[in-house]
């Protein structure tokens, strides 16, 4: 069977406020906003993670926190990025077991597992696995049969990982974790803490489209965010905009990160139930928490349950907030709103 690469290598969607502020070559861009000389606004961007962030801050003198902001972005992605090869999670997946030197890798595996239990195994960290093997991870696509997916659903298995002291291990040879669906959420969480703990009070920071909001925005206004349409496809064009204040907000949908196949899409959200990729009725799922690692993997949660599942561990979750798109019955394109967002949510 011919393989193509993946369409589109993002795997989430861009939510409105990157608009503009996105940067191309790896290059950095800063300005100066308004604000008195005690307290400037500032805004960076640069790269990470595969991606693109962007940041908004007011800070005594409006100092440039850059150079910090870089740096513990790097030790992020050594820790838990498949994509370096002596980061911890590769140690891991290569030797089933890791001493962690970083103290980022714990709390998105104990995050992980929490989620895991919450949605009943929809958001499981490994099935890295089935992630490569169907072509969305750092690794070339395998052929993928009946038999093939069976074999590996076996290392589908949470309950086999464990965190001991600061040794992570497996009982279980070849299961391997994959933080992909949390990790620039937490990365956004770390950057929003290191700004805090600088003196900002009002931020927002932004990793591929995920986005923590604290405080006001430079015009002491609630922060207003964009959720994409999506049916525009890779076009940036807006479905609603969601207010928010000292709240995270990730979205996660199929139809920017899939590839087709002999007239079949395959989409990277892959169900760690039948070991697929999960196209279905949802098309996207925007989720507001308290911080964006929970928003971030809930999102991709919801895209496995699909709309009756996220609907059911939402009402077990009021903390939790969500707009979710979906194609109704007869095809049109549908909006569900969680009742504690609805006097924040303006659609387009």
Same mark, same amino acid.
């Given at each position: 069977?011919?393989?193509?690469?993946?369409?589109?290598?993002?795997?989430?969607?861009?939510?409105?406020?990157?608009?503009?502020?996105?940067?191309?070559?790896?290059?950095?861009?800063?300005?100066?906003?308004?604000?008195?000389?005690?307290?400037?606004?500032?805004?960076?961007?640069?790269?990470?993670?595969?991606?693109?962030?962007?940041?908004?801050?007011?800070?005594?003198?409006?100092?440039?926190?850059?150079?910090?902001? %870089? !740096?513990? /972005? +790097? $030790? #992020? &992605?050594?820790?838990?990025?498949?994509?370096?090869?002596?980061?911890?999670?590769?140690?891991?997946?290569?030797?089933?077991?890791?001493?962690?030197?970083?103290?980022?890798?714990?709390?998105?595996?104990?995050?992980?597992?929490?989620?895991?239990?919450?949605?009943?195994?929809?958001?499981?960290?490994?099935?890295?696995?089935?992630?490569?093997?169907?072509?969305?991870?750092?690794?070339?696509?395998?052929?993928?049969?009946?038999?093939?997916? %069976? !074999?590996? /659903? +076996? $290392? #589908? &298995?949470?309950?086999?990982?464990?965190?001991?002291?600061?040794?992570?291990?497996?009982?279980?040879?070849?299961?391997?974790?994959?933080?992909?669906?949390?990790?620039?959420?937490?990365?956004?969480?770390?950057?929003?803490?290191?700004?805090?703990?600088?003196?900002?009070?009002?931020?927002?920071?932004?990793?591929?489209?995920?986005?923590?909001?604290?405080?006001?925005?430079?015009?002491?206004?609630?922060?207003?965010?964009?959720?994409?349409?999506?049916?525009?496809?890779?076009?940036?064009?807006?479905?609603?905009?969601?207010?928010?204040?000292?709240?995270?907000?990730?979205?996660?949908?199929?139809?920017?990160?899939?590839?087709?196949?002999?007239?079949?899409?395959?989409?990277?959200?892959?169900?760690?139930?039948?070991?697929?990729?999960?196209?279905?009725?949802?098309?996207?799922?925007?989720?507001?928490?308290?911080?964006?690692?929970?928003?971030?993997?809930?999102?991709?949660?919801?895209?496995?349950?699909?709309?009756?599942?996220?609907?059911?561990?939402?009402?077990?979750?009021?903390?939790?907030?969500?707009?979710?798109?979906?194609?109704?019955?007869?095809?049109?394109?549908?909006?569900?709103?969680?009742?504690?967002?609805?006097?924040?949510?303006?659609?387009?």
């Amino acid at each position: 069977m011919s393989h193509k690469k993946p369409l589109f290598e993002k795997r989430r969607l861009y939510p409105l406020l990157v608009i503009g502020l996105l940067i191309a070559g790896g290059t950095i861009r800063k300005n100066m906003l308004s604000g008195s000389a005690e307290n400037s606004w500032v805004e960076l961007a640069g790269r990470t993670m595969g991606t693109t962030y962007s940041v908004k801050y007011s800070a005594p003198g409006g100092e440039d926190y850059q150079q910090a902001i %870089d !740096s513990v /972005l +790097r $030790l #992020v &992605n050594a820790s838990v990025s498949p994509y370096i090869y002596d980061s911890e999670i590769s140690e891991f997946n290569r030797n089933g077991k890791v001493r962690l030197k970083l103290p980022y890798f714990k709390p998105i595996f104990e995050a992980s597992k929490n989620i895991y239990r919450e949605t009943g195994g929809a958001f499981n960290p490994t099935v890295m696995p089935l992630v490569q093997a169907w072509g969305f991870g750092p690794k070339q696509k395998q052929h993928m049969d009946r038999a093939k997916v %069976d !074999s590996l /659903l +076996r $290392l #589908v &298995n949470c309950d086999a990982v464990r965190l001991s002291g600061k040794e992570v291990s497996t009982s279980v040879p070849h299961v391997q974790l994959d933080f992909g669906a949390i990790a620039k959420g937490y990365g956004i969480d770390v950057v929003a803490k290191l700004l805090q703990e600088k003196g900002a009070r009002d931020l927002m920071v932004e990793i591929g489209g995920e986005v923590v909001c604290k405080g006001r925005n430079a015009h002491g206004k609630a922060w207003q965010i964009g959720i994409n349409d999506p049916e525009a496809g890779m076009e940036q064009r807006a479905a609603a905009s969601l207010s928010l204040t000292n709240e995270a907000l990730a979205t996660s949908g199929n139809y920017r990160n899939y590839y087709e196949e002999n007239g079949v899409k395959y989409a990277h959200t892959i169900s760690p139930f039948t070991g697929y990729p999960k196209m279905q009725t949802l098309l996207s799922a925007s989720v507001v928490a308290p911080d964006c690692m929970t928003a971030d993997a809930y999102a991709t949660a919801f895209m496995v349950l699909g709309l009756e599942g996220a609907k059911k561990v939402l009402a077990k979750h009021p903390e939790l907030g969500a707009c979710l798109i979906f194609s109704g019955a007869n095809g049109e394109v549908t909006t569900f709103v969680t009742d504690n967002l609805k006097e924040r949510l303006r659609k387009y």
